[in-house]
């Protein structure tokens, strides 16, 4: 009488699970960590773009409350997010509805030049200040 042993055969199907496991976990850990890079760099490029909407926003409102403004430009330098910013101050001629030309009417526009990801970018905001209004 034949006595069968699947011992060897049994040791060969667990050989091929151990590898199909270790090969699905290869599979979800890779996917895992790529998914986490997207989010962090994800995460890095949002941050940047805030702190250049907040110097965009802080030097337009610096410039829009001074007391008084003269047209011209002017540049700074932001050393530490190396970035560049420019203050334009331009009178605007308009007219109201009556066709009174509006004097003292004022365009600010302010551009922040920086680098990100190693391509130059450019981004500007603008705002407008009619002097009277603000006058005391």
Known sequence: MKIGSSSGLRNGFMLMEVVLALFIFAIVA?????????LWRSTTFVKEEL????????????????Q?????????????RDVN????????????????LLQQMWQVTVIA?????GIDQER??????????YRP
């Open 30 to 38: 890779t996917s895992f960590t790529k998914a986490l890079n997207t």
């Open 51 to 66: 702190v250049i909407t907040q110097i965009l926003d802080s030097a337009l409102h610096e410039t829009l409350y001074l």
């Open 68 to 80: 008084q403004l003269e047209e011209g430009t002017t540049e700074i330098y932001i050393e530490e």
């Open 85 to 100: 910013v420019e203050t334009l101050v331009v009178p605007l001629e308009l007219e109201n509805e009556e066709g009174t």
């Open 113 to 117: 030049r920086y680098e990100q990801d």
């Open 124 to 133: 500007n905001v603008r705002g407008w200040r009619y002097l009277p209004l």
